[in-house]
């Protein structure tokens, strides 16, 4: 966890997972990365919120995996869920539904689905693009922190691979340009968010 800049209650906290989605990010704004996966995502975004006091909102910027054929460019996520949790399953041995999707938007936008693996094969693909259409490791717990500290949430996603065969490679390869665009969206949206 690396928090850069002070937290306010009057402009939102950005979060990022790595310094690679980070690099081009010029903002007077606070940014925090939380590390990879959703373990480092929740820790970092409850801990961040716990020191106080809270920001006007948080905006995760990074980079997702497309799981549609034809998905480019930058995302507004309205619906985010665990692909990696078979709440069902849970539901069965103790009666309660855990890791239900949560909504961020009413007005629609992409479904995120996030879990603590890379999806890099073609199988594992096609299997989420049945419920999603981009694919991270940090939205849903961030999301659930935000809602339980009762913060504003909206998760922007920039297409980085096709998360099928050779995603790992095409990420590190695009990362840079992922961040370039990341950083325009930020300046130009991120100021009236609140």
Known sequence: MQLTGRITSDRPLLVLAVKEEAQHLDTSL???LTGMGKVNAA???ATALARGPLPSGVVNLGTAGALRPGWTGTHVVGTVLQHDLDGSVLQSLTGEFVGAPLTLADDGGATLATGDSFVSDELSRARLAERADLVDMEGY???SVAQRAGVPLRIVKHVSDDAGEGAARSWRESVAACSRVLAAWAAGNVHGYA
């Open 30 to 32: 606070p940014v925090l």
């Open 43 to 45: 820790s970092a975004l």
């Open 141 to 143: 717990a961030l999301a």
